[in-house]
């Protein structure tokens, strides 16, 4: 698969992460006390602009909650930094602006794309909410270079996501974070569904991207030769805790 070229020396950080911990509470019944599980534990990181960390670990070892806690999309404490702005003290306002620049893929292309949208309205769909004032034309224009730009035919742009092969879905998935024009993308194993040949295309279709559009990657994976060929640095993962 190769490697990806190292960002410069002198890209400015991104992300900068601080004691990030997430714990959940269970309700363990009307006469026993509540039980709790450290998922992360006081994790610390630094990511550079252009940058791609690699975050693997056995199932269970807080990975995947890690990458949705630096997004702000479970409960944690600790700091997050994104280009300055602290997102743990930042208001639901100011974070909605902030979410078209940090973009989120899916393990599973069976399951996270919406089987009675058309790939266009999939990818389009965050266009409504961060510019609502560009017109129809405008998004599908907008859909068809985001397809274009993930090897996909535009012409398939009105099909529903039941008519794709999973490699397929993945770069469907793929383009629906790039139309926003993110910033920093979290990879959460989308690679791990799909057979060697098509884990191959879409390790190159990511390396292309970030060196054409300068994007951040958080890749999370257990598979340690496709980490090996998009990661600048790995962190490993081990009970909640970097190891």
């Not at 990511?47 to 693997?56: D, I, N, P, S």
């Not at 057979?195 to 060196?211: E, G, S």
Request: aromatic share 4%; glycine share 6%; proline share 5%.
């Amino acid at each position: 698969m190769g490697r990806k070229d190292p960002p410069p020396a002198s890209s400015p950080a991104l992300l900068k992460a601080d004691a990030v911990s997430v714990a959940f509470e269970f309700d363990c019944g009307l006469f026993a006390p509540a039980s709790r599980f450290v998922a992360v534990n006081r994790v610390n990181l630094l990511l550079k602009e252009g940058q791609t960390l690699g975050l693997v670990g056995e199932s269970g070892s807080g990975k995947s909650t890690l990458g949705r806690a630096l997004l702000r999309l479970v409960p944690s404490s600790g700091r997050v930094v994104f280009e300055g702005a602290d997102l743990s003290r930042i208001k639901p306002k100011s974070l909605r602006r902030l979410r078209r620049e940090m973009q989120l893929v899916f393990q599973n292309p069976f399951g996270s794309l919406i089987p009675r949208l058309t790939v266009a309205e999939i990818i389009t769909e965050g266009l409504l909410v961060h510019e609502p004032a560009l017109s129809s034309r405008a998004r599908e224009a907008r859909a068809c270079q985001a397809l274009e730009e993930v090897a996909l035919d535009p012409m398939m742009r009105n099909r529903f996501p039941h008519e794709f092969s999973g490699g397929q879905r993945q770069r469907i998935a793929i383009a629906r974070a790039m139309v926003l024009k993110s910033r920093l993308v979290v990879l959460d194993e989308p690679t791990s569904a799909l057979d060697r040949t098509v884990q191959r295309q879409i390790v190159d279709l990511l390396r292309d991207l970030q060196a054409k559009h300068g994007l951040t990657y958080i890749f999370i994976s257990h598979d340690l030769s496709v980490v090996h060929a998009l990661a600048d640095e790995v962190m490993v993962m081990q009970h909640g805790c970097v190891v």
